[in-house]
């Protein structure tokens, strides 16, 4: 499921990595990539908000995710020493909230390599459009 796509996102972060190492912080990683990603014409929206509803109620939380990539790929990145279960349930979060099957959780912080994992949901329950919505 959308591997050629993950392909594309990890050439661009490996390239980042290659760049510039490891151990910046995450907002220079972000942006780094998201340069790669407009040099390699990859369409991607940054932080994009993520509505949330319940009982038809609109909650004032939001949820951001780093990327969007290629309108399919939910991608969190980080830049810490070792990836945590907390990341990881973050990045759910995210993939649920967004209602994508697949997510890419990107780390920048290891010093012998680019650490990434890739997630999918199979579990990806229809939700009406007024519950759970993307606004840019």
Aim: aromatic share 12%; proline share 4%.
């Amino acid at each position: 499921m959308l591997k050629d796509e993950g392909y594309q996102l990890m050439g661009a972060a490996f390239e980042v990595y290659n760049q510039l190492g490891y151990g910046m912080a995450e907002e220079v990683y972000q942006q780094c990539l998201e340069i790669e990603l407009g040099l390699r014409q990859l369409t991607f929206l940054a932080k994009p908000a993520l509505q949330l509803s319940y009982k038809s109620k609109e909650l004032q939380t939001k949820y951001r995710p780093d990327l969007f990539v290629l309108n399919s790929i939910v991608v969190e990145l980080k830049s810490v020493s070792e990836l945590i279960s907390e990341h990881e349930a973050q990045l759910f979060n995210y993939m649920r909230i967004a209602r994508q099957p697949v997510g890419y959780l990107i780390n920048f912080g290891r010093k012998s390599h680019l650490e990434w994992k890739r997630f999918t949901l199979f579990d990806l329950h229809p939700a009406p459009e007024s519950q759970v919505g993307r606004t840019d």
